[in-house]
């Protein structure tokens, strides 16, 4: 009898709990409240429950709506793309303030501490800080809607000036992989039991986050194109051939992302990349860790060693291989690694955030699946552990070249595409200048722009093709079930 209870009255429970009235608790947390007005909350709920019957959280979810975020002009959407940010109470949101700034931010994420794994991302930001690699706030805070408290958030700056500013950077673009080809794909894949979708990584546009603020600059819009132009270099190019990104910044994001086996922050289209104009070099950015349990991710000896690892295929397809084919940047990521696997390096960063981790852990020690700071802390000391035992050998191993020919081998082949997939510009890029359009074709088959036939490129040393431009968007195709179209990166149309 007590099981039928706990199974059918729990969850009733908790959505009546959520729905109660409740003061906001004394605690050190930042105190937050979104009011939202006439029919807003209805709006996104509207929303919230058409994703969950899609199973995922598409752009037509994503709409805006006003609220008033601490008495101040706001707007807000569902935020993230899959279920589980919205799945349970504490909806996952994006929020936009109008002409003022909270926490240093006009722009930021909400969500369950669960999101980010809890105190583990926290952690992660704080190591992050130290070393000035840039990474976005992040927090946690209380939230109430209407004055009615909701429980603890994770707060989570989103991709502004206002982060360059607090690392003391100057202003400069900061730049991403597109990626709604690659969930377009996934979905049908998981759908449909079929295998396709590396290709877009390849065929994916670049863009940058407020590009409107860029374009109106001439300064500005330079930076831009530089900034994009590198990121083209890093998409394509099978081996680096100019330098072109900070060697100390990246070296020390993968030794963290070794340590803390944070591979979610370095996939393709989770990496976010800041141009800086000083420098003229491209720096990583950190967030979306995402570990719950690091010990099960050791990888051989560190990150770099994937190609021996059954998860090769997953690592080597990423564009940031190429960085572990450079002489420069493998010394500054082994130095790094030796220096922050000293486990006193770990021991001092504990201590330095020792009492503001303790009364966290007391605070959401009952947040869901929560790990504490000084398990998390253990768990990194054990891959410490593993990576200091053959760390000297490490440097022979990126060395070889049997580790440079296994890096030979994991590249997106043709045959993987399926034709019967709907939307096959998805395995087509194309971008522009004012003169000339530059097309990668990773179909199986040649495909035509006007009078040019442009054939399948070589996946392994992808070559672009360039042609004269022509009125845009245009059809590639005619597939029997969808036709090829496309729509060029341009400056002005990312």
């Not at 935020?79 to 929020?95: C, F, Q, T, V």
């Not at 603020?213 to 831009?224: F, R």
Request: aromatic share 16%.
């Amino acid at each position: 009898m007590r099981t039928i209870i706990h199974f059918f009255f729990l969850p009733l429970l908790s959505l009546l709990l959520w729905n109660c009235s409740s003061s906001v608790p004394n605690n050190k947390l930042a105190k937050h409240n979104i009011d939202w007005p006439d029919n807003t909350f209805a709006t996104i709920k509207s929303y919230r429950k058409a994703a969950l019957k899609a199973g995922y959280i598409d752009q037509k979810h994503k709409k805006y709506v006003p609220i008033i975020f601490n008495g101040i002009p706001a707007k807000a959407r569902l935020k993230g793309d899959w279920n589980d940010h919205i799945s349970k109470p504490r909806w996952s949101l994006r929020i936009k303030l109008k002409d003022s700034l909270i926490n240093g931010t006009n722009a930021f994420n909400i969500q369950r501490p669960k999101i980010r794994e809890n105190i583990s991302e926290y952690l992660l930001h704080k190591w992050c800080e130290q070393e000035d690699v840039l990474s976005t706030k992040y927090e946690f805070i209380n939230v109430a809607y209407n004055d009615d408290f909701k429980g603890y958030y994770a707060f989570e700056e989103h991709f502004t000036p206002y982060l360059l500013q607090r690392y003391n950077r100057p202003n400069g673009p900061i730049l991403k992989f597109e990626e709604h080809h690659n969930f377009r794909t996934t979905k049908w894949r998981l759908k449909n039991k079929t295998h396709t979708g590396f290709p877009v990584m390849q065929a994916a546009g670049i863009s940058a986050f407020q590009i409107k603020n860029y374009l109106t600059d001439s300064i500005l819009c330079k930076d831009l194109q530089t900034g994009i132009n590198y990121m083209y270099e890093y998409q394509f190019n099978h081996s680096l051939d100019q330098n072109i990104f900070d060697i100390e910044k990246s070296a020390k994001y993968f030794a963290i992302a070794s340590i803390s086996k944070s591979f979610h922050a370095l996939t393709w289209h989770n990496q976010r990349l800041y141009y800086n104009p000083e420098s003229k070099l491209l720096e990583p950015i950190f967030y979306d860790g995402s570990n719950n349990d690091a010990s099960s991710w050791i990888l051989e000896e560190a990150y770099g060693c994937f190609a021996n690892s059954k998860y090769c295929k997953t690592y080597a397809a990423s564009f940031h291989v190429k960085l572990f084919k450079d002489s420069a940047f493998i010394n500054r990521y082994l130095y790094y690694l030796k220096r922050y696997t000293d486990i006193n390096y770990l021991n001092d960063f504990y201590g330095n955030h020792q009492e503001d981790l303790q009364y966290l852990d007391e605070l959401l020690v009952k947040e869901e699946n929560y790990t504490s700071s000084n398990e998390i802390l253990n768990r990194w000391k054990y891959t410490c552990t593993v990576i200091n035992e053959k760390l000297d050998s490490l440097g022979n191993v990126f060395k070889s070249e049997a580790y440079r020919e296994r890096l030979e081998k994991y590249h997106f082949c043709s045959e993987d595409v399926d034709m019967n997939y709907p939307f096959l510009e998805d395995y087509v890029l194309a971008y522009a200048d004012d003169q000339q359009l530059y097309v990668f074709n990773y179909l199986p088959i040649d495909i035509s722009i006007g009078s040019n036939v442009v054939h399948p490129t070589n996946h392994n040393k992808p070559k672009v093709q360039k042609i004269n431009k022509v009125e845009e968007p245009f059809f590639l195709h005619q597939n029997k079930k969808h036709p090829i179209k496309v729509r060029p990166y341009t400056i002005t149309s990312l």
